[in-house]
């Protein structure tokens, strides 16, 4: 209803005091109903009469209309037709009431409820049964569907804008149909020959076949048992060959384990099975069982295969290490890419008849707040793993050892981070092809232990440590520890890593290729060099003329392009000499000298406690100055210091 405005003028345009204005119907020339607000108070007679300036008004409903005009009891001018149009029943207000009992209002809604009256609502709260209406404060009416059909449960959807229409009685839904959301969803989505083969229930229409939810009502998510609802989806993708992917739309519960069964090597079975979700949704456990597990056997061998988890979140809701996402390593080639693991390990139970992990990776995971092993290829010494891959995953806060691939046969742990391990992040039983590449340790209690937590039973046969940052706990701490026996160190290399603290604990002689930085000690035992060695005798070449206390002879050696790798350990004898350290005796001169700095190297081991030495050449070519944090030491500040050291040049 709108208020309709104008002047009465006669033909000179002035205006006309106390003529009257009939109002009528275009159609049919009824007199129209109209009034002095907004529907609230009848004008009789429908008629109306101008004011001193000529000026006249009333309301009306919206529609065509005829003007009658009359001055002294006689008409001079009928205007027709004259349009109405309320624009505020085509404005949706907010839904200001309650579950089931709705209301609007607002000052430019009309004050009479009438046939026709329209109104726009956008409901707050979904209904749960019959429903009523208030129209700006207005008598309270049911709201129906045509044919007076009571709105039924969930007809009536949160976030949903309803046009209604007055009818006298009740408020109808414009053009609506009288149906659910699982109606709706019914027509969406019906049910398929698949959920009919697989003889499954549909309760949740509104997701799409071989959506977990679809088949259980996740009243609260991460609290609601939801495993036959995952058992029952899961039947109805075995229907499809490959299988059709799972998705996830929310946290689901599992109480028991849902067991997932592809035979190994079998043809129906070599296209990856998916578990999605694009919503955060996952799985959570609130007991110590495992997700996921498998029917199948195969001797000693993992026996299920081909599964994909991805963008998943896996949650142990009771706290970590309480609960596991596969239960036992009976699956082979499993990939998890975009996943995330909260208080949760990958894997548990381990079976001990199993002997091995085969082709696994984490790629772009996410894994915080566990306990215990993350990952375990198996429980006895004997277990190993092949291709099995992490990289580019954040692990971080986690108590104990994390990762433990046993025998790793071609694996890697690549450009991770692994920082907050109480234990260590990487546990491995020796090694048959094994890279350690681009990743960033920190602050964890040890960052490799190649001799499987002391249990020792294969060699450290061909094994790369390249480009990784190690910022170690416990500076004093080394924080890679290799075998104790030089026998099982063969193929092994450590490059172009930097540690913040102490490098590498060897064993004496041992045949790692280790060119490394550390601001601490980079070993405490110094690796042979495989070439040829020739020994050297270290000397004071200060001028000082020390004699130092029982020196070690060193060794050294060249390769075909001249490059002389060296070692030496000496005692200063106790001297106030302030004379720059110097070292003399190198066999054979450096190619380049003085400020070009043609020698390099670092301590392996020494009692002084300046900080780490380094070594600089000077312009003979068979001495080098010996400087810590940059600056030039002298006699005197090693004066009784034991120092040993490595380093390299080009002759």
Request: with cysteine; net charge negative; aromatic share 10%.
């Amino acid at each position: 209803m709108r208020q309709y405005i104008d002047v009465v003028q006669d033909v000179q345009g002035n205006a006309l005091v106390g003529a009257t204005v009939l109002v009528q119907n275009y159609v049919g020339g009824a007199n129209a109903s109209i009034y002095s607000d907004n529907g609230l108070t009848p004008i009789a007679n429908s008629t109306v009469t101008s004011g001193a300036d000529g000026s006249f008004s009333f309301f009306a409903a919206d529609g065509d209309y005829n003007l009658v005009f009359s001055r002294n009891s006689t008409v001079y001018k009928t205007q027709s037709p004259v349009s109405i149009f309320d624009g505020a029943p085509q404005v949706t207000f907010a839904d200001t009431g309650t579950v089931n009992a709705y209301a609007i209002a607002n000052s430019a809604l009309e004050k009479a409820l009438r046939p026709g009256l329209r109104a726009s609502i956008n409901i707050a709260n979904t209904n749960t049964g019959a429903c009523t209406f208030q129209y700006n404060g207005l008598a309270v009416k049911n709201i129906v569907f045509p044919a007076a059909i009571a709105a039924a449960a969930g007809t009536l959807i949160a976030g949903g804008i309803y046009g209604l229409e007055y009818d006298g009685t009740n408020w109808q839904v414009r053009n609506g149909l009288a149906l659910t959301a699982a109606a709706v969803g019914g027509i969406v989505n019906p049910i398929t020959a698949a959920e009919t083969s697989a003889g499954v229930t549909v309760v949740n229409y509104l997701y799409p076949e071989c959506t977990v939810e679809r088949y259980g009502n996740n009243t609260t998510p991460g609290s609601t048992n939801m495993s036959a609802a995952v058992t029952a989806c899961l039947s109805v993708c075995k229907q499809y060959s490959p299988w059709k992917q799972m998705t996830v739309a929310t946290m689901c519960l599992l109480s028991s384990t849902v067991n997932i069964d592809r035979l190994h090597d079998s043809a129906t079975t070599d296209d990856y099975f998916f578990i999605t979700s694009q919503t955060g949704g996952g799985f959570s456990v609130a007991t110590n069982i495992g997700m996921f597990g498998s029917t199948l056997s195969n001797g000693t061998a993992p026996a299920s295969q081909m599964i994909y988890f991805e963008k998943i979140n896996f949650y142990a809701s009771a706290g970590a290490g309480v609960g596991y996402v596969l239960n036992n390593n009976i699956f082979l080639r499993m990939r998890f890419n975009a996943c995330s693991f909260d208080y949760i390990n990958a894997i548990g139970n381990i079976a001990s008849t199993i002997g091995y992990s085969q082709s696994i990776q984490f790629t772009n995971c996410n894994m915080r707040r566990g306990s215990g092993a993350f990952w375990q290829s198996g429980t006895s010494s004997g277990y190993f793993s092949t291709d099995v891959h992490f990289s580019n995953n954040i692990i971080e806060a986690w108590t104990g050892d994390c990762l433990h691939l046993g025998l790793p046969i071609g694996c890697s742990v690549c450009e991770n981070l692994l920082e907050g391990i109480s234990g260590t992040a990487v546990v491995v039983n020796g090694t048959q092809g094994f890279l350690v590449s681009g990743n960033y340790f920190e602050a964890n209690g040890l960052d490799i232990d190649l001799t499987g937590a002391g249990a020792q039973t294969y060699a450290v046969n061909g094994v790369a440590i390249i480009g990784n940052r190690f910022q170690n706990a416990v500076s004093t701490t080394y924080t890679v520890t290799w075998p104790v026996a030089a026998a099982n160190i063969a193929g092994a290399v450590s490059k172009g890593n930097y540690f913040v603290g102490y490098g590498h604990s060897l064993p004496s002689n041992s045949s790692a290729d280790i060119n490394d930085f550390a601001t601490g000690n980079i070993w405490n035992n110094p690796p042979k060099i495989s070439r040829a060695l020739t020994a050297w005798t270290p000397t004071d070449g200060s001028g000082a003329a020390l004699n130092f206390n029982t020196p070690i002879v060193g060794n050294y050696s060249t390769n075909s392009a001249g490059v002389v790798d060296f070692d030496f350990e000496v005692t200063y004898p106790a001297t106030a000499s302030g004379a720059s350290a110097t070292i003399a005796g190198l066999p054979l001169s450096s190619a380049a000298t003085g400020s070009s700095n043609p020698i390099s190297g670092g301590t392996t081991y020494t009692t002084y406690t300046g900080g780490a030495i380094t070594i600089a050449g000077s312009a003979s070519g068979t001495t080098f100055s010996l400087y810590a944090n940059g600056v030039a030491l002298t006699n005197a500040n090693l004066s009784g210091k034991t120092i040993r050291m490595f380093g390299r040049y080009q002759a």
